[in-house]
Nanobody, 126 residues
């Protein structure tokens, strides 16, 4: 049974930081690219960041570039999202996803990921 379990969300003031974690089980973690997406109330799901299976390449949404860092530890089957200088507009449910991604253009497409976590709430107060 494949499981992706996010943690690390919470309430933080604007300008603060959070580190999200996503623990993966039930698949060969190092075979999958990993990504974070977010969805705010009333809005569509939005790509945040992605990392290749080896960790050698990372991709970011323009809205978060420079403010977040995605990383992975293949020994721990875990992917992380470090978010800094958070803004109220970053408030959303953040979900991790695992997929076999073959083209660079596909990393931002949520439909390319086969496995998803339940999400963790991030709330940024002004």
């Amino acid at each position: 049974q494949v499981q992706l379990v996010e943690s690390g969300g919470g309430l933080v003031q604007a300008g603060g930081s959070l580190r999200l974690s996503c623990a993966v089980s039930g698949v060969t973690f190092r075979s999958y690219s990993m990504a974070w997406f977010r969805q705010a109330p009333g809005k569509e799901r939005e790509f945040v960041a992605a990392i290749t299976w080896s960790g050698g390449n990372t991709y970011y949404a323009d809205s978060l570039k420079g403010r977040c860092t995605i990383s992975r530890d293949n020994a721990k089957n875990t992917v992380y999202l470090q978010m800094d200088t958070l803004k109220p507009e970053d408030t959303a449910v953040y979900s991790c996803a695992a997929g076999v991604i073959l083209l660079v253009s596909h990393y931002r497409d949520g439909g390319r990921y086969g496995y998803w976590g339940q999400g963790t709430q991030v709330t940024v107060s002004s």
